[in-house]
């Protein structure tokens, strides 16, 4: 058991040489106050992620999928309650999920250097709270007797990169990036016109048009776009 | 000392009195507007099944005619359909209280009526969370994560929509944070024709607390904080919408006469004396579901959280 603010086996430990020391005397408490109490996190449901062709990011220099999540909630997109307690069935949330060209990514497909040994392979992680047990993402970090939590960004990071690296994600399509890039590009015209003094936005945005010109440069040498053959409209006069 | 001081009292104070007063927990309690681009479909009692099915049909002027030669053959044209699926589930509460908790309960809130008023805000905030968990996943997405969210982000998603075919009026149901880095923009960054315009002053006006916001930009916005996290919890990530991308249904269960139930709107409320134990509780069950529809009727909002 973890001590807590009110142990008081220093205070017995250190007596005089030649005193009965006797055991530590650690009161019960309902609430640890300690460094070691529990964060505030409110319940929320286990979910899987999926990616989409259509959604990502530029994170960390890299061009990285945007998540959704599936939440394994009953009642949410198509999930039910399973037969086994607790359970839940995602016979409908997987069509809906297809239809819509989600791809649900596997809750085991995690980078084998995030997993401690011995540890199951899962992106979540369940986390005692105030709540009860609260499940998070592994990348989301909780603090004691706090409700904020952080992203552990470069884990983050490697482990969306692990989804392309493995092929459970392709990588995103030509025309999305450049799709992406016009739409920074887009607004750092604006800015320049408006002599916007945002700097960091600026430069920020110049970065991530830069990521995506050397991806999208990369494409082209690769992949030719398609030729047709010529079209002739039938015009009269 | 002979003088009579509080700290000598021992005997005749009480080391805490209550005041007659209390306050509630902070707590969204918000609840979802009675709004146009939220459906809500038929409820699932008798339908033989806990799905719902929703056709989308090509109709009304989705194909248009082709020119075609005088006395040419019209060639057929498929009729474009798809379909979306809201499955319903089980909701439940229970509260139960010792006889002795309810007899010393100084401030009347372990009773039927302040269960059923719980009941009716309960149901809100579950339906609110159910719909507010959807948002996040429309396959169109504006922002930046790591960015906070901005007035030019609110333009692209109103720009996004209507390319799209989405008819107005939009909501949006986005995270406080969202919602107050656009204020933030809106007053500090903005030109004139937003920040000096009527909705403009209203937005940095508006009534703080959680819920409706009130219209900005042709969106009519509310915040909640069910609105979940994206990228690790790093972000934010609501959604705007028009009618067509969210649906939801419920299956009340109606109240038995025979038993101590009754029906606060949809909700069935119980009440369920347990003899052997002295104790009484205070049970509530809903069937609710909600999910997607038309995906490309909405977009979400990523933004640094």
Redesign the interface.
């Known amino acids: 058991m973890p001590s807590t603010a009110f142990d008081t086996a220093a205070t017995t430990q250190a007596a005089p040489s030649g005193a009965v020391g006797g055991a530590a005397f650690v009161p019960g408490v309902d609430r640890d106050m300690g460094p070691n109490r529990a964060p505030r996190l409110t319940k929320r449901?286990p979910f899987l992620y999926?990616a989409?062709p259509?959604?990502w990011?530029?994170?960390d220099g890299d061009i990285l999928p945007?998540?959704?999540?599936?939440?394994l909630?009953?009642?949410?997109?198509?999930?039910?309650?399973g037969r086994a307690p607790g359970a839940v069935n995602l016979r409908?949330a997987r069509v809906?999920c297809e239809?819509?060209?989600r791809t649900i990514i596997p809750v085991d497909s995690v980078p084998p250097a995030h997993v401690a040994p011995g540890e199951a392979p899962s992106y979540l992680r369940t986390i005692d709270s105030t709540s009860g047990p609260v499940v998070?993402?592994r990348?989301?970090?909780a603090f004691a007797g706090s409700a904020a939590?952080?992203?552990?960004?470069v884990e983050?990071a490697e482990?969306l990169r692990h989804q392309i690296n493995v092929g459970v994600v392709d990588p995103a399509p030509t025309w999305v990036l450049e799709r992406m890039r016009d739409?920074r590009a887009k607004?750092l015209e604006?800015m320049e016109s408006?002599q916007s003094t945002?700097r960091a936005?600026r430069e920020?945005l110049q970065a991530e048009v830069d990521v995506l010109d050397a991806m999208i440069a990369e494409r082209m040498e690769v992949a030719a776009p398609v030729v047709g053959t010529s079209a002739m409209p039938s015009v009269e006069g | 000392m002979t003088q009579i001081l509080y700290s000598n009292l021992t005997d005749q104070i009480t080391s805490e009195v209550l005041t007659g007063e209390f306050l509630l927990a902070l707590a969204d309690r918000s609840a979802l507007p009675n709004h146009p681009a939220l459906i809500q479909l038929p409820d699932v009692n008798g339908g033989g099944s806990?799905?719902l099915k929703t056709p989308q049909i090509g109709l009304m002027g989705y194909d248009k005619m082709s020119s075609t030669g005088e006395v040419a053959t019209s060639s057929t044209t498929a009729l474009t359909d798809?379909s979306?699926?809201?499955?319903?589930?089980?909701?439940s509460k229970r509260y139960e209280a010792s006889d002795l908790a309810r007899v010393v309960d100084a401030h009347g809130v372990l009773n039927a009526q302040m269960m059923a008023m719980d009941a009716v805000a309960t149901y809100s905030a579950t339906l609110r969370d159910?719909i507010a968990?959807?948002v996040?996943?429309f396959?169109?997405?504006v922002g930046?994560?790591?960015?906070d969210g901005s007035i030019?982000d609110i333009l692209?998603i109103v720009a996004t929509l209507e390319i799209a075919a989405v008819e107005g009026p939009y909501l949006g149901i986005v995270h406080p944070r969202q919602w107050h880095d656009a204020v933030k923009d809106a007053a500090l960054?903005s030109?004139g024709a937003v920040q000096f315009s009527a909705s403009g002053q209203a937005m940095l006006e508006a009534m703080k607390g959680l819920g409706y916001k009130g219209s900005l930009l042709g969106v009519d916005w509310f915040t909640t904080l069910d609105v979940?996290?994206?990228?690790?919890?790093?972000d934010r990530a609501g959604g705007v919408f028009g009618r067509g991308a969210l649906a939801w249904a419920q299956g009340p269960i109606i109240a038995d006469p025979d038993l101590p139930q009754v029906n606060i709107g949809p909700v069935l409320l119980e009440k369920d004396r347990v003899a052997t134990a002295a104790t009484t509780g205070f049970l509530m069950h809903v069937n609710?579901?909600?999910?997607?529809q038309i995906?490309a009727a909405g977009v979400?909002w990523?933004s640094d959280a």
């Open positions: 449901a999926f989409h259509e959604r990011q530029i994170l945007l998540l959704g999540k599936l939440k909630q009953p009642g949410v997109m198509g999930v039910q309650r409908l809906a239809e819509r060209g998070l993402s990348y989301a970090q939590t952080k992203c552990n960004e983050w482990f739409s607004s604006r408006n945002n936005k920020r | 806990v799905a798809a979306a699926l809201v499955t319903v589930s089980r909701y159910l968990n959807l996040d996943n396959s169109t997405t930046t994560s790591g960015v030019e692209d960054n030109g979940p996290d994206i990228n690790g919890s790093a609710l579901g909600a999910g997607e995906d979400t990523v």
